[in-house]
């Protein structure tokens, strides 16, 4: 796909991945440099997360709701810029806690709106959303070791910086994303209620949320994992590793999404991303663990190809923005904060390998369990409404 529009959404997921590459990754190096004791950077790690749950779907209404996604996009791009330039002038817990949890306000909706213009821009070809999102897995391999770089060098203060001047990049890239028709002429309360009485979406984000648990089970402590093998330098390189593998996966997709439908490739990959956290479980050396990251790609990257999809295509029309950040918050956010809470308790009593077991039953058992009674209520509920 060519034209500016299609190099507007390229670049900005570009800048959006380089930018969280420089803040997520490092924010705990950060945190603890100021002294921070372990529970308090485990609360600021996990503002993100919480607060993602209600701020980007709440982000996506206001943006469908008013038709101005790309203002509503601005808006919170600007306002994430902000709060991570005023985190570093403070030192008092206190005070790095609320500005922490104004960056991720701000920030939550700005994944979910991209991806709502990305899928606007493609329209019915939905399958090919992965071509446009592997710009952003470019941005996150090139930031995270160039950030990593600095950070040895010159302190990880240096990351607000950075993070700035990539969202301000964003912002001067993202004027050109594309910008839907105005749906029908019907109230957004009444797509609202349309959207809250679907049973295929609601099946699709109870599957969703325990995929979030599960991954973030595995993708949280696997630092520690290697830590536990001596093996701490090579967390970069993992990282590395795993955004690599995304690549051919991206590129792929509307090939996959075409032979298996964007269900049973969600489904799949959460599968395989339990097994690939039962192998990790398995294994004892940190080089093995370098070669298990060669899956992340057919798994998180087909998992998201595919859930976004799904969000699109099971979200009414109007209601693009609200669908992505539904997916989002369930996922990444709720999903994502239960799972480290999880997978703490878990860590406590035995270890990462414990922890990524217990991950492994949440994606292998539960997730299919799961997909298969949505499947039974959904067309239950279909054969009572055709009586």
């Given at each position: 796909?060519?034209?500016?529009?299609?190099?507007?959404?390229?670049?900005?997921?570009?800048?959006?991945?380089?930018?969280?590459?420089?803040?997520?990754?490092?924010?705990?190096?950060?945190?603890?440099?100021?002294?921070?004791?372990?529970?308090?950077?485990?609360?600021?790690?996990?503002?993100?997360?919480?607060?993602?749950?209600?701020?980007?779907?709440?982000?996506?209404?206001?943006?469908?709701a008013?038709?101005?996604?790309?203002?509503?996009?601005?808006?919170?791009?600007?306002?994430?810029?902000?709060?991570?330039?005023?985190?570093?002038?403070?030192?008092?817990?206190?005070?790095?806690?609320?500005?922490?949890?104004?960056?991720?306000?701000?920030?939550?909706?700005?994944?979910?709106?991209?991806?709502?213009?990305?899928?606007?821009?493609?329209?019915?070809?939905?399958?090919?959303?992965?071509?446009?999102?592997?710009?952003?897995?470019?941005?996150?391999?090139?930031?995270?070791?160039?950030?990593?770089?600095?950070?040895?060098?010159?302190?990880?203060?240096w990351?607000?910086?950075?993070?700035v001047?990539?969202?301000?990049?964003?912002?001067?890239?993202?004027?050109?994303?594309?910008?839907?028709?105005?749906?029908?002429?019907?109230?957004f309360?009444?797509?609202?209620?349309?959207?809250?009485?679907?049973?295929s979406?609601?099946?699709?984000?109870?599957?969703?949320?325990?995929?979030?648990?599960?991954?973030?089970?595995?993708?949280?402590?696997?630092?520690?994992?290697?830590?536990?093998?001596?093996?701490?330098?090579?967390?970069?390189?993992?990282?590395?590793?795993?955004?690599?593998?995304?690549?051919?996966?991206?590129?792929?997709?509307?090939?996959?999404?075409?032979r298996?439908?964007?269900?049973r490739?969600?489904?799949?990959?959460?599968?395989?991303?339990?097994?690939?956290?039962?192998?990790?479980?398995?294994?004892?050396?940190?080089?093995?663990?370098?070669?298990?990251?060669?899956?992340?790609?057919?798994?998180?990257?087909?998992?998201w190809?595919?859930?976004?999809t799904?969000?699109?295509?099971?979200?009414?029309?109007?209601?693009?923005?609200?669908?992505?950040?539904?997916?989002?918050?369930?996922?990444?956010?709720?999903?994502?904060?239960?799972?480290?809470?999880?997978?703490?308790?878990?860590?406590?009593?035995?270890?990462?390998?414990?922890?990524?077991?217990?991950?492994?039953?949440?994606?292998?058992?539960?997730?299919?369990?799961?997909?298969l009674?949505?499947?039974?209520?959904?067309?239950?509920?279909?054969?009572?409404?055709?009586?």
């Open positions: 796909m060519t034209g500016p529009r299609a190099t507007a959404v390229r670049l900005s997921y570009f800048f959006d991945y380089a930018a969280a590459a420089a803040l997520i990754p490092f924010a705990s190096i950060y945190y603890r440099s100021l002294d921070f004791s372990p529970q308090q950077i485990g609360l600021l790690l996990g503002i993100p997360l919480l607060t993602s749950v209600l701020a980007t779907p709440a982000w996506g209404a206001v943006a469908d008013t038709h101005r996604h790309r203002a509503v996009m601005m808006i919170a791009v600007s306002g994430a810029a902000v709060g991570a330039a005023l985190i570093p002038l403070s030192t008092t817990f206190a005070v790095v806690a609320v500005l922490a949890f104004m960056q991720a306000a701000m920030f939550a909706p700005v994944n979910s709106l991209l991806d709502h213009g990305a899928l606007t821009l493609l329209g019915s070809r939905t399958e090919h959303y992965g071509r446009l999102r592997v710009w952003g897995t470019i941005g996150w391999g090139v930031s995270a070791p160039l950030v990593g770089w600095v950070v040895a060098v010159g302190g990880p203060r990351i607000f910086p950075i993070y001047a990539l969202m301000a990049a964003l912002v001067v890239v993202a004027v050109r994303l594309p910008v839907a028709a105005r749906p029908p002429l019907e109230r309360r009444t797509r609202i209620r349309v959207l809250s009485r679907n049973p979406l609601w099946a699709f984000l109870a599957v969703a949320f325990l995929g979030g648990i599960g991954m973030s089970m595995i993708n949280a402590y696997l630092p520690l994992y290697l830590n536990g093998m001596d093996a701490t330098g090579l967390v970069g390189v993992a990282l590395l590793i795993a955004t690599i593998s995304e690549l051919p996966v991206m590129m792929m997709g509307p090939a996959l999404l075409r298996l439908g964007p269900g490739a969600f489904i799949l990959a959460l599968v395989l991303y339990g097994m690939r956290g039962l192998a990790l479980s398995l294994v004892g050396s940190a080089w093995a663990v370098l070669a298990l990251q060669l899956l992340h790609g057919p798994t998180f990257a087909l998992m190809v595919s859930g976004v799904l969000a699109r295509r099971l979200g009414p029309e109007g209601l693009g923005a609200v669908a992505q950040g539904l997916f989002t918050s369930t996922s990444n956010g709720l999903g994502g904060a239960l799972g480290a809470v999880l997978g703490g308790r878990l860590y406590a009593h035995g270890g990462a390998a414990t922890t990524f077991r217990g991950a492994a039953i949440v994606l292998v058992v539960l997730v299919p369990v799961a997909a009674c949505a499947a039974r209520l959904r067309r239950g509920a279909l054969a009572r409404a055709a009586l």
